[in-house]
């Protein structure tokens, strides 16, 4: 426990330094956060249809290349950093798809359910720019609740990492989480 600990310590440390202009800071961090960033990127992929043009490997070095260009970020610890990650991953893959002009919103779109167990489901399909879609209306609608989806759905993080990065209570994440699946499931269907 007390090593883990230690990592996500490095890994803040390393997040200031690199904000405080230390450039060579971004390359050590990498060995203490690709796992999770492979995590995550195997979250968004799986997500995808099966010969999509990008692998893992692509979507998290693409996701390093955005990150090297942002400088003014307010870091503040690990999670901020990963939920910035998965934020990135799923504008990629939103934009990639935009780009191959995928069906907008009711264009024949299946369902998306936002359960977890979809995390292990291989039966469930999304269609990335209808969840994107929805997700900037619930931004509009509600900010936060629209955070926490971020967050959990797409970046994987736990309730206690999502209250952490969003500065509430854990049971402020769970509330939000549950009323925000239950607007977009609303908002989807609708499409």
Same mark, same amino acid.
């Given at each position: 426990m007390m090593a883990a600990k230690d990592g996500s310590l490095e890994v803040t440390h390393l997040l200031l330094a690199w904000k405080g202009g230390d450039e060579s800071a971004l390359e050590k961090l990498v060995p203490y956060v690709y796992e999770e960033l492979r995590?995550?990127?195997?979250?968004?992929?799986?997500?995808?249809?099966?010969?999509?043009?990008?692998?893992?490997?692509?979507?998290?070095?693409e996701a390093y290349l955005r990150l090297?260009?942002?400088r003014n970020i307010q870091w503040q610890d690990r999670a901020h950093f990963f939920a910035l990650c998965a934020r990135l991953m799923r504008?990629?893959? %939103?934009?990639?798809?935009?780009? !191959?002009?995928?069906? @907008?919103?009711?264009?024949?779109?299946?369902?998306?359910? +936002?359960? *977890?167990?979809?995390?292990?489901?291989p039966e469930h399909s999304t269609d990335l720019v209808a969840v994107d879609d929805?997700?900037?209306?619930?931004?509009?609608?509600?900010?936060?609740?629209?955070?926490?989806?971020?967050?959990?759905?797409?970046?994987?993080l736990t309730v206690e990492e999502s209250a952490e990065?969003?500065? %509430?209570?854990?049971?402020?994440? !769970?509330?939000?989480? @549950?009323?925000?699946k239950v607007w977009?499931?609303?908002? +989807?269907? *609708?499409?």
């Open positions: 995590r995550i990127a195997k979250r968004h992929m799986w997500r995808e249809r099966p010969d999509h043009s990008l692998q893992t490997s692509a979507l998290i070095n090297v260009d942002l504008r990629i893959l %939103v934009d990639l798809a935009r780009a !191959r002009h995928y069906a @907008k919103r009711g264009g024949g779109a299946q369902p998306v359910s +936002l359960d *977890e167990s979809m995390v292990v489901s929805a997700l900037k209306t619930l931004t509009k609608v509600d900010a936060r609740k629209a955070e926490v989806v971020e967050l959990r759905f797409f970046g994987g990065v969003l500065k %509430v209570s854990p049971e402020t994440v !769970r509330r939000d989480w @549950k009323l925000a977009l499931l609303r908002e +989807l269907s *609708e499409g």
